[in-house]
């Protein structure tokens, strides 16, 4: 055993590189990029004789067998074969080792660290770790500690009809600097405490290692760090993909997983109409315009959903329109009354509001038709309409309007009798109130509607383009600014009405002169 240390006088120093010392007297490996930054310095290889005389210092006495790293996707592999000494001639009682080399064949420059823990002078264990980057790291350790942390090392250093083995080499390592401070965790008697004022990639990577080497209890204690701390942007992926890797085993993961999944299958649909409720009943003018933002964006982002959320978002949000037409009829009849309040007016303005907002929702869900049916349907409504005040009643026709949009657009696919009711029931209504809504209402876009209103005609039979672009010539006529400009769809109708039926029979008289001049 005192063959294998070195010598008081040639002990290997540790090289300048940045390594902190933690109160339970373990150093911290660097990150590979400081390590790599240190190593440039060629003095820095052969400072004290830190690195080059480690090497035949340690194969001076037969180490263990020489291991692979253990990777997440497999289990640890180990051959059977110990290293060959380099300084002393090969002797029969001696069994020969290749060294461990590259994948390329080619022996690459090893730049070698030292790393003590507990008291480095009691270490009687030594664990060299080869870094796939040429870093070899040699940590003094004790065997008992290991072995009793480590499933993995416990399995390496099982006692045999030998004696025990000093040297444990673990080779491909990919992340030496993580490994380096899992084993320093084994010295720690609670490791969460280590653990505060990491980050949470780091944490996983040390769960990661210590799932591998058997560190129960560092897994566990990396399990109550991230049950613990928020989980930011792309960290909760991250860790719901490393926890899920550990259901199948006895580390109760369920506390964490509790944190994105709920066991109540009801609690989506019934949550959305309680927020729903909530925006719609809002009685704060600012609350309710930044709620009802955030909510419209957080259902555009949840629109390509396949899982069937968006089944329940139809009926909930149905339901929240049919309350609001409900309350609004109900308003109508009474602002149509002589001696209403002017709550009353607030109250319309509030519920119309609603439903742009609703409507807004149901065009990002693309289940808008049937609000369009819904909507061409309110003759009552209609009928109330003139019977209020201009400046009472205005703001219901920016949902007419807002229709009329999502119809030229083609966010919604009405069927021709919808579209032909919508016309027939609310294009009225609209005309009279246009000049309001150019005056008091800041959102509306006169050209926007008034192309919208154009397609939604041109839609219809060309009986119907007739009987409604007539009438509505009639309108401007009288009216002048105060109704919709629908020339250009006035012009597609002339155009579809007197003229292409001469072309076409202009183009069919050519045919037939052309078929007689052929005989």
Same mark, same amino acid.
């Given at each position: ?45 052969? =400072? ?48 020969? =080792? ?141 860790? !719901? =993909? ?129 609000? !369009? ?76 509607? @008034? ?51 001469? !072309?076409? @029979? ?14």
């Amino acid at each position: 055993m005192e063959g294998s240390r070195p010598r008081r006088g040639s002990q290997a120093r540790v090289r300048t590189v940045p390594i902190a010392v933690t109160p339970e007297g373990f150093w911290c490996c660097p990150s590979p990029a400081a390590l790599h930054k240190s190593l440039k310095n060629p003095h820095h290889h052969h =400072a004290g004789g830190g690195g080059n005389k480690l090497a035949p210092q340690q194969q001076k006495t037969p180490s263990a067998p020489p291991s692979k790293a253990p990777s997440v996707q497999t289990a640890p592999s180990v051959t059977d074969e110990p290293p060959a000494p380099v300084d002393e001639p090969r002797r029969q009682d001696q069994p020969a =080792a290749e060294a461990p080399a590259p994948a390329g064949g080619q022996q690459e420059p090893q730049h070698k660290i030292c790393v003590g823990f507990g008291r480095p002078e009691t270490s009687d264990l030594t664990v060299m770790l080869y870094g796939k980057e040429g870093i070899a790291v040699r940590m003094g350790v004790h065997r008992d500690v290991l072995c009793r942390s480590s499933a993995f090392f416990a399995a390496r250093l099982a006692g045999g009809h030998g004696p025990p083995a000093p040297c444990v080499e673990i080779h491909d390592c990919d992340d030496a600097e993580i490994y380096v401070e899992t084993v320093g965790l084994m010295y720690c008697d609670e490791a969460k405490h280590r653990l505060l004022k990491q980050s949470v990639p780091r944490v996983l990577r040390i769960m990661k290692v210590a799932e591998v080497l058997g560190f129960h209890g560092c897994v566990k204690s990396c399990l109550e760090y991230l049950e613990a701390v928020p989980w930011v942007g792309e960290e909760e992926d991250n860790v !719901v =993909a490393s926890i899920r890797r550990l259901q199948s085993k006895d580390y109760g993961v369920t506390p964490l997983l509790r944190r994105i999944s709920s066991e109540n299958l009801n609690s989506p649909g019934d949550t959305l109409a309680n927020i729903m409720e909530m925006v719609l009943t809002s009685t704060d003018d600012r609350g309710r315009r930044e709620m009802k933002a955030l909510v419209l964006n957080l259902l555009k982002d949840s629109s390509h959903c396949t899982d069937g959320s968006s089944d329940i978002c139809s009926e909930t949000l149905y339901s929240s329109c049919r309350g609001c037409l409900d309350r609004l009829h109900r308003l109508f009849t009474e602002a149509s009354e002589e001696d209403y309040s002017v709550n009353v007016t607030r109250r319309i303005t509030l519920e119309t509001d609603n439903l742009l907002w609703l409507v807004e929702i149901l065009v990002t869900q693309r289940i808008c038709d049937g609000f !369009v049916a819904m909507w061409s349907s309110q003759t009552e409504l209609a009928e109330l309409h003139p019977k209020l005040p201009a400046a009472s009643r205005y703001t219901v026709s920016c949902i007419t309007a807002r229709l009329f949009v999502g119809i030229g657009r083609g966010e919604m696919l009405p069927s021709k009798n919808t579209r032909l009711s919508l016309l027939q029931v609310w294009l009225q209504p609209l005309i009279d109130d246009y000049s309001w809504l150019q005056c008091s209402c800041r959102s509306f876009d006169r050209k926007l509607v @008034e192309d919208g209103i154009g397609q939604t005609i041109l839609t219809l039979p060309l009986e119907d383009q007739r009987s409604m672009l007539l009438s509505w010539f009639g309108r401007f006529l009288k009216l002048g600014d105060s109704c919709p400009n629908l020339q250009r769809a006035f012009e597609v109708w002339w155009r579809r009405t007197f003229v292409r039926p001469y !072309v076409n @029979e202009a183009e069919a008289g050519n045919v037939l002169a052309s078929d007689r001049s052929s005989t």
